[in-house]
């Protein structure tokens, strides 16, 4: 998908810069990355990790949207920022970030791209073949995934938090084409149509199966009590906990015939415990979750690119309580 296709060659610095992870996904691979131009909307410790990751990769242009001033709270997990506050007072995240990411890799440019993602518009999203959203309401996810599902241009949108030891990616490719080659076959091409945010989050509960992890469930409780607080996102505490529980029972609560029969989602599937870890995370990420979470979306962007390799469709969770990866594909397949 994307990256402006492949027909331009490498140069020879680009060919000796890149020589090891050619030989991994092969010239075409390359060649479609450092075409491709990304925007990430909100600079925190995991979408740190993700730049890194893809700026080393070589892709062609990465941008940053976050006009949030650096505060002491950044340096806790964000590696970008120097510890010097002669460096980072007055600025923002996305500034620092840019002029730190520029020194790993100078064949990429890295720029600032000043605004709000609640105003992103449609026209600005022409400029992109990918989106990174995090640490932003659920209305300015849902916003910006339906500005890049109505462009005319294919652009993949992605969204990724970290909460305490926990973190979500939600995927969309719309209809994505690529390929995968086992040991001595030749390469199938193999297609996926992904649902949009909306759709991945408005499914019936009594729809998905019992397995589906907690983590989905909890995730969409919190967002919603965010939406209708009229909170920012990460901005809830676990002095908000009794009014998120009321909230819990009520989603859980919410009766719907099936087969003839009343059904309604436990509680116990989104259990107290677990809500209490992520309320009080706020903005705060932890840094082995965050690289954990930032690899598996560099990885997952450099897929999308390439067009090689199984993507993620279309919810990734892990747990550092039980150190698992979830993969969830919400709504279920037809198939499944």
């Known amino acids: 998908m994307g990256g402006g296709g492949a027909e331009e060659e490498l140069t020879a610095q680009e060919t000796a810069l890149y020589d090891r992870q050619i030989r991994v996904w092969g010239v075409d691979a390359q060649k479609r990355l450092s075409k491709a131009h990304v925007l990430v909307c909100g600079i925190n410790g995991t979408t740190t990790e993700f730049c890194k990751n ?23 997990a964000n590696f970008l920022i120097p510890h010097d506050e002669s460096i980072y007072g007055g600025r923002s995240r996305a500034e620092v970030c840019c002029e730190s990411l520029k020194d790993f890799n100078p064949m990429v440019r890295v720029a600032v791209e000043k605004g709000d993602p609640s105003q992103i518009n449609g026209e600005l999203l022409e400029k992109f073949d990918i989106i990174v959203v995090s640490c932003a309401s659920i209305k300015t996810k849902l916003l910006i995934n339906d500005h890049c599902r109505k462009r005319s241009k294919h652009i993949a949108f992605y969204t990724i938090e ?18 995968i080659q086992k040991v001595g ?13 909306q759709d991945a989050i408005s499914v019936p509960w009594k729809n998905l199966p019992r397995k589906t992890t907690k983590l989905y469930f909890a995730m969409r409780v919190l967002e919603n009590y965010e939406l209708s607080e009229g909170r920012s996102a990460c901005e809830a505490s676990l002095s908000d906990l009794p009014a998120v529980l009321a909230l819990r029972k009520d989603m859980c609560d919410k009766m719907i015939f099936n087969s003839g029969k009343l059904q309604s989602l436990s509680e116990s599937q989104i259990p107290t415990a677990l809500l209490e870890r ?30 090689k390799g199984d993507p993620i469709k279309n919810f990734f969770y892990y747990d550092a309580t039980d150190g698992k990866g979830i993969m969830e594909d919400i709504p279920p397949s037809s198939s499944d």
């Open 54 to 76: 893809i700026v080393l990769a070589g892709v062609g242009s990465l941008s940053l949207m976050d006009d949030h001033l650096v505060t002491e709270d950044d340096l806790y």
């Open 185 to 197: 076959d030749e390469p199938k091409q193999k297609e996926l149509t992904y649902p949009s945010l």
């Open 278 to 307: 992520l309320l009080p995370a706020g903005m705060k990420q932890h840094p082995p979750v965050s690289a954990i979470l930032g690899g598996i979306l560099g990885q997952e962007v450099i897929k999308s690119i390439s067009g």
């Open 162 to 179: 970290c909460k305490d030891s926990c973190g979500e990616i939600f995927v969309d490719l719309q209809n994505h084409t690529y390929a």
